[in-house]
Nanobody
Framework: QVQLVESGGGLVQAGGSLRLSCVASGIIFSLNTMGWYRQAPGKQRELVAVISSSGTTNYAVAVKGRFTISRDNAKNTVYLQMNSLKREDTADYFC?????????????WGQGTQVTVSS
């Protein structure tokens, strides 16, 4: 059974920092592209950052230079360090594990962790 469990969300003032963690089980973590997505109230889920199995990273324009995604394969964990937070970063943040294998795409999601940035 695949499980992705996020933690680290909370309430923070604008300009502050948070670090999100996502622990994965039931997958070969090192072979998956891991990502963080977010969904604000009334909006569609959007990509925040991804990190490939080889460590290549990609960021949404809105968070580039402020957020850093990293992974620890030994701990089956992906992190999202969020600095200089803005009110518009307020959203539920979801961890994603993605793998393309044998012609099939596999996507798994965590339950989400809430981030609220106050002014």
């Amino acid at each position: 059974q695949v499980q992705l469990v996020e933690s680290g969300g909370g309430l923070v003032q604008a300009g502050g920092s948070l670090r999100l963690s996502c622990v994965a089980s039931g997958i070969i973590f090192s072979l998956n592209t891991m990502g963080w997505y977010r969904q604000a109230p009334g909006k569609q889920r959007e990509l925040v950052a991804v990190i490939s199995s080889s460590g290549t990273t990609n960021y949404a324009v809105a968070v580039k230079g402020r957020f850093t995604i990293s992974r620890d394969n030994a701990k089956n964990t992906v992190y999202l360090q969020m600095n200089s937070l803005k009110r518009e970063d307020t959203a539920d943040y979801f961890c994603n594990a993605h793998r393309y294998l044998g012609g099939f795409q596999y996507d798994y999601w965590g339950q989400g962790t809430q981030v609220t940035v106050s002014s």
